[in-house]
């Protein structure tokens, strides 16, 4: 149990497009799903807080009109990077935590590698 | 303010050997401790976690940790290490009393077991 899915798992584009990545908890429904970024070798970045039908709640330093968030359903948050750089290059990882049960916990999908060309 | 430190970066053990790969934590409340797992590339696995009750938290694969209140640490342990345990191993740790779930991440420790 506690399964969370991404897709794509990578993506190749090009400087300019935008790119959109889901994260979807497969076997429960998650009220909040959180967005990490992490370079090589680092550690998590929190880059933003997704909860169902509100705006998502951005960490200071990250550009809201650039990394789009949505969660329009209890199990399904989307983030799209637009007009994306070389710099947004990166390991995108979500994670959800079940709106019952282990509410405590994040169970997290397998991440996304975005390389921007 | 909250944080999470993982003194170690790298953490060498024989195969068959006892592992510990520490975390000490700092928040203002009762803090909500948990240890993650990450293979080259993927997502983290939850592995477990201490909310109450019980020091000793036993999770998945084998490991355990000790919270220890005292000390404010949260380290983790495994009695006979496998090469299959090497990876990337991160603490996090939340307030109980936050409005939020959001995690306070630590490092990273990256385990090597040698055969």
């Known amino acids: 149990g506690a399964v969370v899915s991404q897709h794509p798992s990578r993506v190749i584009c090009k400087s300019g497009t935008s790119v959109k990545i889901e994260c979807r908890s497969l076997d429960f429904q998650a009220t909040t799903m959180f967005w990490y970024r992490q370079f090589p070798k680092q550690s998590l970045m929190l880059m933003a807080t997704?909860?169902?039908?509100?705006?998502?709640?951005?960490e200071q330093g990250v550009e809201k009109d650039k990394f789009l968030i949505n969660h329009a359903s209890l199990t399904l948050s989307t983030l799209t990077v637009t007009s994306a750089h070389p710099e947004d290059s990166s390991f995108y990882i979500c994670?959800?935590?079940?709106?019952?049960?282990?509410?405590?916990?994040?169970?997290f999908g397998p991440g996304t590698r975005l390389t921007v060309l | 303010a909250q944080s999470v430190a993982q003194p170690e970066d790298q953490v060498n053990v024989a195969e068959g050997n006892p592992l510990t790969v520490k975390c000490t934590y700092s928040v203002s409340g009762n803090p909500y401790l948990f240890w993650y797992v990450q293979y080259p590339n993927r997502g983290l696995q939850f592995l477990l976690k201490?909310?109450?009750?019980d020091n000793l938290v036993k999770g998945s694969y084998g490991f355990e940790a000790e919270f220890n209140k005292s000390q404010t640490s949260f380290h983790l342990k495994k009695p006979s290490a496998l090469v299959s345990d090497s990876a990337l191993y991160f603490c996090?740790?939340?307030?109980?009393?936050?409005?939020?779930?959001?995690?306070?991440w630590g490092l990273g420790t990256s385990l090597a077991v040698n055969p």
């Open positions: 997704s909860n169902e039908g509100s705006k998502a709640t951005y």
């Open positions: 994670s959800a935590s079940p709106s019952v049960g282990q509410t405590d916990t994040q169970y």
């Open positions: 201490y909310i109450t009750g």
């Open positions: 996090a740790v939340r307030d109980s009393a936050g409005n939020n779930r959001k995690l306070i």
